[in-house]
């Protein structure tokens, strides 16, 4: 909790565009320690100050690597997303050759009757209520299950 504190008031102490060290002040009260920019209250005492340099800002190297980084980590993001078959577009967003791929048109069809399957179950257990049978879950189930395991 002590570092968090040091960190947040390191951090509030620079001020951006100032390159003059700022002292940092350690204080102890009643209550406990802290950290502050300002010297310590008459009702408790210094317990140490320190001489802080602010961080220089990053250079044009720093920054252009930055950038690779975020645009390999955007790069290896759509890559799983895409192995795990959560990089589908809604069909508004689908560019038109997307509609000429017999595998994506494949993979819609078993999604839908999927999606058919569930919905069935679910509206059937819904009519019958209270009064489901394992035979009737099991037979549902084998529905959606047949449904799906193609998709």
């Given at each position: 909790m002590r570092r968090i504190v040091v960190i947040a008031c390191i951090a509030a102490a620079f001020q951006p565009g100032t390159a003059n060290a700022q002292t940092l002040y350690k204080c102890a009260s009643r209550t406990g320690n802290s950290y502050q920019q300002a010297p310590c209250a008459a009702s408790s005492r210094t317990i140490e100050s320190m001489d802080i340099a602010p961080e220089p800002p990053p250079s044009a190297a720093q920054l252009a690597q930055r950038q690779r980084k975020a645009e390999q980590d955007r790069a290896e993001s759509a890559f799983l997303s895409?192995?795990?078959?959560?990089?589908q577009l809604p069909a508004s967003y689908r560019p038109a050759h997307y509609a000429a791929s017999p595998r994506v048109t494949r993979s819609r069809m078993s999604n839908d009757a999927c999606k058919?399957?569930?919905?069935?179950?679910?509206?059937?257990?819904?009519?019958?209520?209270?009064?489901?049978?394992?035979?009737?879950?099991?037979?549902?189930?084998?529905?959606?299950?047949?449904?799906?395991?193609?998709?």
């Open positions: 895409h192995l795990a078959g959560t990089d058919g399957a569930k919905a069935a179950r679910k509206s059937t257990l819904q009519a019958v209520g209270l009064s489901r049978t394992y035979d009737l879950l099991r037979r549902l189930d084998e529905e959606v299950s047949t449904a799906c395991a193609g998709g």
